[in-house]
T-cell receptor, first 114, second 113 residues
Framework: DAGITQSPRYKITETGRQVTLMCHQT?????MFWYRQDLGHGLRLIYY???????DKGEVPDGYVVSRSKTENFPLTLESATRSQTSVYFC?????????????FGPGTRLTVT | RKEVEQDPGPFNVPEGATVAFNCTYS??????FFWYRQDCRKEPKLLMS???SGNEDGRFTAQLNRASQYISLLIRDSKLSDSATYLC??????????????FGKGTHLIIQP
């Protein structure tokens, strides 16, 4: 059982390039999330999705685009990568969006923007 | 945005000892509380939820103090495998609902042999 997977696991890209991070979950969870984790910060929410074709902004959405055409996939695109977007990106999913839900995280993508 | 504060540590603790750390939150309307564990360069994983009456899971005990707005995690008989970063996570009511989780920066725990 794969659970939640992310690809690529490591990515180096140049400033100004577009890059897409993939997230796939096999549990049919309704909710999916993208976070970034940087030194000196806790996990910060970029975007989330309550269902296919429903997405909403989190705390730090600028410079990112998401889509969710299928329940199981939630790609994150950096339209024009900047050095400040160098980070570890985690995708997560959960059954529901209520206050008692557990989020299951993918293994992360380490992105370096040069 | 409302804050969740943790002592970053590191806490260096000998194997077999008891260690405790706290987390404070600023939003008194916070509804749910969790401890997540994150191993080095890995993804966070839920350790335990924190209930109003306090709860225990094996060597781990979590407490909630709503009046003082803090939660605590106590680890008894610590093992080398307990070395990790412990993230305090609070669900705070916000407009969208599902974006209500706020993560602390984590407390780094090192268990020494």
């Amino acid at each position: 059982d794969a659970g939640i997977t992310q690809s690529p696991r490591y990515k180096i890209t140049e400033t100004g390039r577009q890059v897409t991070l993939m997230c796939h979950q096999t549990w049919s969870h309704s909710y999916m999330f993208w976070y970034r984790q940087d030194l000196g910060h806790g996990l910060r929410l970029i975007y989330y999705s309550a269902a296919a074709d429903i997405t909403d902004k989190g705390e730090v959405p600028d410079g990112y685009v998401v889509s969710r055409s299928k329940t199981e996939n939630f790609p994150l695109t950096l339209e024009s990568a900047t050095r400040s977007q160098t980070s570890v990106y985690f995708c997560a999913s959960s059954e529901s969006g209520g206050p008692s839900y557990e989020q299951y995280f993918g293994p992360g993508t380490r992105l370096t923007v040069t | 945005r409302k804050e969740v504060e943790q002592d970053p540590g590191p806490f260096n603790v000998p194997e077999g000892a008891t260690v405790a750390f706290n987390c404070t939150y600023s939003n008194s309307a916070s509804q749910s509380f969790f401890w997540y564990r994150q191993d080095c360069r890995k993804e966070p994983k839920l350790l335990m939820s924190v209930y109003s009456s306090g709860n225990e899971d094996g060597r781990f005990t979590a407490q909630l103090n709503r009046a003082s707005q803090y939660i605590s995690l106590l680890i008894r008989d610590s093992k080398l495998s307990d070395s990790a970063t412990y993230l305090c996570v609070v669900f705070q009511v916000s407009g969208g609902g599902a974006d209500g989780l706020t993560f602390g920066k984590g407390t780094h725990l090192i268990i020494q042999p």
